[in-house]
């Protein structure tokens, strides 16, 4: 009679490993497909995304996109578009997909530096010619700019020429970083830029992103703990083994 019990346990143990094993494969297959459709509907997302662009109290410009994300590089230098931006950063991805390890980005950025300025003149006797016994004064003009430490310079007229000498200093501040901290699943890549500049603008702005593994929610460990053995003599104890674990809910 307990071999009888003994057998039927051990049938009844072999079912639900099998069970458990085939529940195991089809949860795998589920979150791999679901990465992949995750994956795709954000990437198509963030391909119609447009640049948002704020004014700082200090003048300074910070402007944010989203990141265009793959884990395969492949899967990004395929897409067909007319996009000139998207273009331009398929070619650096092209160009140094060697170097583009998972989680490594590549970044474009285009900005315009606009200068509107009245300033004072000085004038100065440059140049005399005597012509008929007449003589013309041709004087020099010249005016400074100085816009703070981001533009500096002078413009210069003569009689034959113009000459404008200046020089702009840009500083930008970058982050590549994900909005939503707590739901992983909520989570969406994007790249912000400041510009300290008041007068440089962001007209351009995308980034693309190497995706690392999505971390798996099921998996096979060793686990420890206490609880009732299917035995022949049910009895709680201490007990070690190997088990499948599908993680419910993930933070």
Do not use: C
Request: aromatic residues 8%; glycine residues 6%; charged residues 20%.
């Amino acid at each position: 009679m307990e071999e009888k019990k003994a057998h039927i346990q051990g049938f009844i143990a072999t079912i639900i490993l099998i069970v458990a094993a085939f529940v195991f494969v089809l949860l795998m297959q589920h979150q791999k497909m679901k990465a992949r459709l995750n994956e795709q509907t954000n990437l198509i997302v963030s391909l119609n995304d447009s640049l948002v662009t704020v004014t700082n109290r200090d003048s300074s410009q910070t402007a944010t996109i989203s990141v265009l994300q793959t884990q395969n590089i492949k899967d990004f230098l395929t897409i067909a578009t007319k996009d000139g931006q998207i273009k331009r950063l398929q070619d650096l991805v092209e160009a140094n997909k060697s170097k583009l390890t998972k989680g490594s980005t590549a970044t474009i950025v285009s900005t315009e530096t606009k200068i509107k300025s009245t300033n004072p003149t000085i004038v100065t006797p440059r140049d005399t010619v005597e012509k008929e016994s007449i003589i013309y004064l041709y004087p020099q003009y010249i005016s400074d700019i100085n816009l703070g430490r981001w533009v500096t310079g002078e413009v210069v007229a003569n009689r034959d020429s113009i000459s404008v000498n200046l020089e702009i200093e840009n500083d930008y501040d970058i982050i590549i970083g994900e909005s939503g901290k707590f739901l992983s699943w909520k989570k969406k890549p994007f790249v912000e830029i400041t510009n300290h500049n008041p007068y440089t603008k962001t007209k351009v702005l995308r980034a693309y992103k190497v995706a690392s593994p999505i971390k798996r929610r099921a998996g096979i460990g060793v686990f420890v703990g206490y609880g009732l053995p299917l035995t022949t003599t049910p009895k709680f104890g201490v007990m070690v083994g190997v088990g499948l674990q599908y993680n419910i809910i993930e933070f």
